[in-house]
C-alpha cells in the first residue's frame, strides 16, 4: 500500500512558477512509476509528467504542452516526487494529482489512468492571466 499527499499549489500570475511536491508513505518509491496528472474543470485528467528507475537511471517524461517549462523529479531518500512548474500559462489552471504504480514497463503520460491504483486527494492550482 501506498499513501500520497499533494503540497504547493495555490494561485499565481502568468509567467510565476510553483514547486508541487508529493510525499509518499507506506512504501519506497524506488520501485514505482510516478506520475503527476491534471484535471481541468469540465475537462478529462491527463497525464502531465511521469518518472521511473532503472538501476540507477531516472527516466522521466513529459506531455507536449508542459515540456520545456514543468520538470518532475524526485528524491527517494525523502520518498517525495516533486513537480516545479514555471512560466505558468492560464491554461495551467486545474487540479493536481500526484499517482504510482509498480513499474511494470509501462510508465508514460499516456499510461492509462486505471493503471496507477495509487492516488492522492489533489491541489489546487491557478494561474490568473
Known amino acids: 500500500q501506498v499513501q500520497l499527499e499533494e503540497s504547493g499549489g495555490g494561485s499565481v500570475q502568468a509567467g510565476g512558477s510553483l514547486r508541487l511536491s508529493c510525499v509518499a508513505s507506506?512504501?519506497?518509491?524506488?520501485?514505482?512509476?510516478m506520475g503527476w496528472f491534471r484535471q481541468a474543470p469540465g475537462k478529462g485528467r491527463e497525464g502531465v509528467a511521469t518518472?521511473?528507475?532503472?538501476?540507477?537511471?531516472?527516466?522521466?517524461m513529459h506531455a507536449d504542452s508542459v515540456r520545456g517549462r514543468f520538470t518532475i523529479s524526485r528524491d527517494i531518500a525523502k520518498n517525495t516526487l516533486y513537480l516545479q512548474m514555471d512560466t505558468l500559462k492560464a491554461e495551467d489552471t486545474a487540479m493536481y494529482y500526484c499517482?504510482?504504480?509498480?513499474?511494470?514497463?509501462?510508465?508514460?503520460?499516456?499510461?492509462?489512468?486505471?493503471?496507477?491504483?495509487?492516488w492522492g486527494q489533489g491541489t489546487q492550482v491557478s494561474v490568473s492571466s
Open positions: 518518472i521511473y528507475r532503472a538501476g540507477r537511471v531516472n527516466y522521466a
Open positions: 499517482a504510482a504504480k509498480l513499474n511494470d514497463g509501462r510508465c508514460a503520460t499516456d499510461t492509462p489512468l486505471a493503471l496507477f491504483p495509487y
Open positions: 507506506g512504501n519506497t518509491l524506488s520501485t514505482y512509476c
